[in-house]
């Protein structure tokens, strides 16, 4: 992916477009965490995947999601999709 950035590789992927029902943002969440999944330390794909997997608590996974959001009343859930998507691509070839 060298020298391709995320919109040219949103924009060269119907498929990828079609699955976050083109949200461009959400699309974007996705490749970012591909991306970090090729350059993070194992450690901190270990980190990662724990909030994934919820060992950090429920609690703890919606407070970060809270602190993603300037109005939390009104950003969580977009904010909840946003990282999900990033999660789904730091995650990808793992169920």
């Known amino acids: ?3 391709t950035s995320i919109k040219d590789e949103i924009y060269e992927s119907s498929d990828l477009m079609a699955s976050f029902e083109y949200d461009i943002t959400l699309a974007a969440a996705y490749l970012l ?4 999944s ?3 330390s194992k450690s901190a ?3 990662i995947e724990q909030i994934r997997q919820g060992v950090l608590g ?3 996974f919606d407070r970060l999601i809270e602190d993603m959001c300037v109005h939390p009343e009104y950003e969580f ?3 909840r999709k946003l990282f999900s998507a990033f999660l789904d691509g730091v995650f ?3 169920p």
């Not at 965490?33 to 970090?36: A, P, R, Y």
Request: glycine share 10%; hydrophobic share 30%; no cysteine.
């Open 1 to 3: 992916m060298t020298g």
């Open 33 to 36: 965490g591909k991306q970090v």
């Open 38 to 40: 090729d350059m993070a």
């Open 45 to 47: 794909l270990t980190l």
């Open 58 to 60: 429920q609690r703890n």
């Open 77 to 79: 859930e977009r904010m």
């Open 92 to 94: 990808r070839d793992q």
